[in-house]
């Protein structure tokens, strides 16, 4: 049996020159599709204008606490105060409305193609990841091949053509380690990704399921308000559905700004490892021209 098994078994040196070869055609071909991948993936990852529309959110949020409702009950010079503050906040919450249009529209043209770049990136990972198992497999015949030839060798020649041909696997196990590292970044580039689909979806939903009918609705219950308050005083029962809009309108928008910070966070993620991949690609493509 055990002869059996012997001849069965390819030599080292016919498994070395098949894991040679195998590692040239990833340094060719797969090494390269997969980093492309990964540069498009960075080209693409221009984020939301995230500063333009927290901006907007903190300056809604800010107008609306400004806004005092008192002022309008008061009548004369206080009412055009009230008046003005109620432009202001009309203002703001048109410019969160007309950011947040951008922002939205811009996300779904975005969407579709970075989910494509990221089927891009597992296909190529998952070739390259079934290249170096077959590479490790050839290795560890090959290893077994060797231990054999060991046993039966004499000191010689025939002994140090079995020790470079060690050499040779150990050298090509090194860089089948770094494809694999390689590809486990690219794994979590993938994850960091749909981790940041994620948030955007959370944040688009937000302010279109709520932070804009929470403006539409203040605005609703405001502009009857700033139209009465340039010929008269405000009674106070007319405020109440206002101050009740204006409460709820910066409930929504203190969320949608925590909402960003988590996307912020998660933008940080993936171009932290985007960068990792980078380095391991680098260092991966250096391997292959040293060898």
């Given at each position: 049996m055990a002869t059996s098994v012997r001849m069965q078994r390819r030599p080292a040196a016919a498994l070395a020159a098949d894991v040679h070869e195998l590692l040239e055609s990833m340094a060719r071909k797969r090494v390269p599709r997969l980093d492309a991948v990964r540069q498009r993936l960075q080209e693409a990852r221009a984020g939301m204008e995230l500063a333009a529309l927290e901006d907007a959110l903190h300056a809604t949020h800010a107008t609306t606490t400004t806004l005092d409702f008192l002022a309008g009950?008061?009548?004369?010079?206080?009412?055009?105060?009230?008046?003005?503050?109620?432009?202001?906040?009309?203002?703001?919450?048109?410019?969160?409305?007309?950011?947040?249009?951008?922002?939205?529209?811009?996300?779904?043209?975005?969407?579709?193609?970075?989910?494509?770049?990221?089927?891009?990136?597992?296909?190529?990972?998952?070739?390259?990841?079934?290249?170096?198992?077959?590479?490790?497999?050839?290795?560890?015949?090959?290893?077994?091949?060797?231990?054999?030839?060991?046993?039966?060798?004499?000191?010689?020649?025939?002994?140090?053509?079995?020790?470079?041909?060690?050499?040779?696997?150990?050298?090509?196990?090194?860089?089948?380690?770094?494809?694999?590292?390689?590809?486990?970044?690219?794994?979590?580039?993938?994850?960091?990704?749909?981790?940041?689909?994620?948030?955007?979806?959370?944040?688009?939903a937000t302010l279109l399921d709520r932070v804009l009918p929470?403006?539409?609705r203040l605005d609703g219950e405001l502009q009857p308000l700033l139209h009465a308050a340039g010929y008269r005083a405000l009674v106070p029962t007319e405020l109440i559905?206002?101050?009740?809009?204006?409460?709820?309108?910066?409930?929504?928008?203190?969320?949608?700004?925590?909402?960003?910070?988590?996307?912020?966070?998660a933008e940080q993620e993936l171009a932290t490892r985007l960068a990792q991949m980078t380095d391991k690609?680098?260092?991966?493509m250096d391997a292959f021209k040293e060898a």
């Open positions: 009950r008061s009548g004369g010079e206080r009412s055009g105060e009230f008046l003005r503050q109620g432009q202001a906040l009309a203002a703001a919450v048109a410019h969160l409305t007309r950011l947040t249009g951008e922002v939205v529209q811009r996300e779904g043209v975005r969407s579709p193609v970075a989910r494509l770049q990221w089927i891009d990136l597992v296909v190529e990972s998952r070739s390259l990841r079934k290249r170096i198992r077959q590479g490790a497999q050839w290795l560890a015949e090959m290893g077994q091949d060797l231990a054999e030839r060991r046993r039966q060798a004499q000191p010689g020649v025939a002994q140090r053509a079995i020790d470079e041909l060690a050499r040779r696997g150990a050298s090509m196990h090194e860089r089948l380690q770094a494809a694999h590292r390689l590809c486990s970044e690219a794994r979590s580039v993938h994850m960091a990704s749909e981790q940041l689909a994620g948030e955007r979806a959370v944040l688009c929470a403006c539409g559905a206002a101050i009740d809009a204006r409460h709820a309108l910066q409930v929504e928008l203190t969320q949608a700004a925590a909402q960003i910070i988590r996307l912020q966070a690609a680098r260092r991966l």
